[in-house]
């Protein structure tokens, strides 16, 4: 069968790593985190001081030190998904907390960041067989991708699952401080200017506010079908 590329966009906390995860999973394809790419350049600017006391960004200093961010996925065996990797070292749970999350749109604003990791993103996809994540993968890094997906959900729904998630994991969480991180993140990625988050038009949209991870599994699946004609 041949392959295709998927790209799944949405807003921040919608469930699309995990249902990117567990598509690419199903499919045999590879699965690229573009949100993780964004949050691992978000930890090394933190780790290297590139935030200032008022909360801007040393963008001089984050442009000279770009070459030096390597960002890799590995598969985790125990879990069967993928982890992040900033310069070799496992990343996946320090770039999935608050101080990343509250810091993470504004670096991905920055246009040289989303133009070196777009750069990366499509060389990952060049011989299709991907599913990836993000916000503009369907408008700006794969524009002629067969399967678009947008995915939504209001942002009470989102927070709790935020919330949910962190407290597995045994992290401090606040639900109103993660609310308001929520509606922050969909006003900056909605509003930047450089390729803002938007719907392509030729995306499907499925708000999952209300379907279980089953239902929603059913429904790509039946997407992906659908598109190569089976």
């Known amino acids: 069968m041949k392959k295709i590329t998927i790209a799944i966009d949405g807003f921040s906390s919608c469930g699309k790593s995990t249902m990117a995860k567990d598509l690419a999973r199903e499919l045999g394809y590879v699965y690229v985190d573009t949100g993780a790419m964004y949050r691992c350049v978000t930890l090394y600017a933190l780790r290297h001081g590139l935030f200032r006391a008022d909360g801007t960004i040393n963008l001089p200093q984050l442009e000279a030190e770009i070459p030096n961010i390597n960002i890799s996925f590995k598969l985790n065996k125990e879990t069967g998904r993928p982890d992040t990797y900033l310069n070799n070292e496992n990343v996946e749970s320090e770039i999935r ?6 810091r993470v749109s504004p ?17 990952m996809g060049e011989d299709k067989g991907i599913v990836m994540d ?13 399967l678009k997906i ?19 994991k045994g992290m401090e969480a606040n639900f109103e401080e993660i609310l308001e991180n929520v509606k922050q993140r ?7 200017e450089v390729s803002p988050m938007r719907k392509a038009d030729d995306a ?3 708000d999952n506010s209300h379907i279980s991870i089953a239902e929603q599994k059913q429904w790509l699946i039946e997407q992906y079908k659908r598109v190569c004609g089976e």
Do not use: C, W
Not at 150 to 168: G, H, I, N, P, W
């Open 97 to 102: 907390t608050m101080e990343v999350s509250s």
């Open 107 to 123: 670096i991905a604003a920055v246009p040289f960041v989303r133009a070196a990791l777009v750069a990366q993103q499509q060389k």
């Open 134 to 146: 993000g916000r503009d993968v369907g408008t700006v890094v794969f524009p002629n991708a067969e």
């Open 150 to 168: 947008f995915v939504t959900a209001s942002a009470e729904v989102r927070a709790q699952r935020r919330y949910d998630e962190l407290k597995a």
């Open 186 to 192: 969909d006003y900056i990625d909605s509003h930047r």
């Open 204 to 206: 499907i949209e499925l």
